[in-house]
């Protein structure tokens, strides 16, 4: 009942400000749902090519050299590392023989690679593998695939190549239906290390909160649901296997009030299979 009076109150203020972020070109969130079907009936979802190809064509101007890197297909002209992140893998890779194997879950065509790779050639090996849509794999094998560079349609079969150092989950995790499920199943591996990325977290005090994102149409018009995390029980679902290494702030503000943020996690050795 609270939380449906609270989404009723918001509601007059959300739709205003909806009105002005589609007049001045900016995402917004919108929405306290209680489903996520809720939140798709309001929204176009994440499945749409358009959207494939915008990131492809973006990022074949990376590879090309014509941009440093690239963000939901939007690009960059001037490096930026994100460096808490390079922190994390530089450690991971310290105590792995100067060798790192990263599950990147949900990593689009290559993003996050493309974006920090230069500053890891001085690894002795490096395996970025990336779990995607089919049609993202699909794109990803045709056109960026390489040695460095892997796709796969599932956890499964990545895993099958290699059990990864470090799972990466940056900027996927608030776009599932299921968010633990998905951590659940990496779980399973015990891979030693995970890496949540610029994912939006509410304060200790709230609750997981499910809205609807609306993108402008210069970057690509869509709109799909969208989790905000309450800190606390956020945490409390990694506490009894990983031991939480440090927290950080990350690019990225919405409209809510919320901090973009990333945690590193490492798994705690008195973990045993079963």
Known sequence: MLKKARRNLLKPFEWAFTCLCEHTNRIVWVGDYNSWDGALEDSCGYNDKVIMCKVRDALLKV???????ERDSFLFYEVQYEWPLLSGLCRIASENSNCLRILDYGGSLGSTYFQNNKFLLGLDSLKWCIVEQPHFV?????FFQNEELEFYNDIDTCVSGGVPNVALLSSVLAYLEHPFSILDSLM???????IVNRTFILSDQEEDRLTVQKVPSYIYKASYPCWFFGKKEFLKYFEERYKLITEFDTIGRSNIHSRSMGFIFKLKKNITKG
């Open 138 to 142: 699909e794109c990803g094998k045709e």
């Open 188 to 194: 399973k591996y015990q891979i030693e290390w995970i």
């Open 63 to 69: 590879k090309k050299g014509e941009a440093v890197y």
